[in-house]
């Protein structure tokens, strides 16, 4: 089965800087990869998510690239925020064989003042 | 976007007990239907996939007596907890997409909060 990898664990940055948030899939079937923003005891709430058949997609302050060949994606942050401090999570799916959706095990984000 | 709803929010029972959990679509028909489980920071994992009309599908090392799933309408399922232990006590969160070939998002209920006394 798919299995996500997820690093950093624990990430600190500036406010105002940039946080990047890396992740690997295993399975090559998977087609749909969605990001995930987490607050304590809240359920997840998706920030961006991007199709396998596009490389890169932008929402304001929000990025993510996606390296197929490689089984890479990333989320790129820019200008962060207070209110950016959160746990995100990463997932991978395949939509059109069970639509099960994967997660990493997380990254803790911690904008500092 | 869909809204899914899951009840109740937290639940306290003893140990030994069953506890019943509902996820529902409220605006959407949802034939499928996913089961998670969150520790404390710790990430979501996948227990179970519940299909509408028929058994459902448990990832590896879920026991599927203890944790029961029934999937009766395209806008409800439920879990069931049984013979609850305090190892059980964590999150639990449903999801589920609205179509297969549609919209892929994802929609999550509120999640559940059991602590096993």
């Known amino acids: 089965g798919e299995n996500v990898e997820q690093h950093p664990s624990t990430l600190s940055v500036q406010e105002g800087d940039s946080a990047v948030i890396k992740c690997t899939y295993s399975?090559?079937?998977?087609?749909?990869f969605p990001w995930y923003k987490q607050e304590l005891g809240k359920r997840p709430q998706l920030i961006i998510d991007?199709?396998?058949?596009?490389g890169e997609k932008k929402d304001q302050r929000i990025a993510v690239t996606l390296n197929k060949t490689a089984k890479h994606f990333s989320l790129h942050i820019t200008e962060t925020q207070p209110e950016d401090s959160a746990v995100y999570f990463c997932a991978a799916s395949n939509v059109r064989r069970d639509d099960k959706i994967i997660f990493g095990k997380g990254t803790r984000l911690h904008i500092l003042p | 976007g869909a809204v899914v709803s899951q009840h109740p929010s937290w639940v306290i029972c003893k140990s030994g007990t069953s506890v019943k959990i509902e996820c529902r679509s409220l605006d959407f028909q949802a034939t499928t239907m996913f089961w998670y489980r969150q520790f404390p920071k710790q990430s979501l994992m996948l227990m179970a996939t519940?299909?509408?009309?028929?058994?459902?599908?448990?990832e590896q090392g879920v026991e599927k007596d203890k944790f029961l799933i029934n999937h009766a309408s395209l806008t409800l399922s439920t879990l069931t907890v049984t013979s609850a232990h305090p190892e059980d006590s964590s999150f639990y969160i449903c999801s589920a997409r609205a179509s297969r070939t549609g919209n892929t998002e994802a929609f999550f209920g509120q999640g559940t909060r059991l602590t096993v006394v």
């Open positions: 399975d090559s079937a998977s087609n749909y």
């Open positions: 991007i199709r396998s058949n596009v």
């Open positions: 519940s299909n509408e009309g028929s058994k459902a599908t448990y």
